[in-house]
């Protein structure tokens, strides 16, 4: 029964990050299409973990507007963690 609940607090903690990871991401998605002063420490904060996050996905795509190039680069890997981080989270809390 231990190594249940065990399975379980792993699948959560999987959960959390991709949900965590996701967050930074849509939160930087947010602040650049508000035009977030990047001057701010909090907007470079996310602005570099973003880039950090998104670094495989980043200019990715090769759209005219900068605007959409921001919004599915980093959003696909938004999308790709939590669909995989729930998938691991899943697959970890069935056991």
Request: proline share 0%; aromatic share 14%; hydrophobic share 55%.
């Amino acid at each position: 029964m231990s190594g249940y609940s065990g399975s379980t607090s792993a699948g959560r903690a999987v959960a959390i990050v991709a949900d965590i990871m996701a967050f930074i991401l849509g939160l930087w998605i947010l602040m650049y299409l508000l035009d977030a002063n990047r001057a701010n420490d909090l907007v470079r904060f996310v602005h570099d973990a973003a880039d950090w996050l998104a670094g495989w996905s980043h200019d990715l795509f090769t759209f005219d507007e900068a605007w959409a190039r921001v919004v599915a680069g980093y959003g696909l890997a938004a999308v790709v963690y939590l669909f995989v981080g729930h998938a691991v989270a899943n697959r970890l809390g069935r056991r």
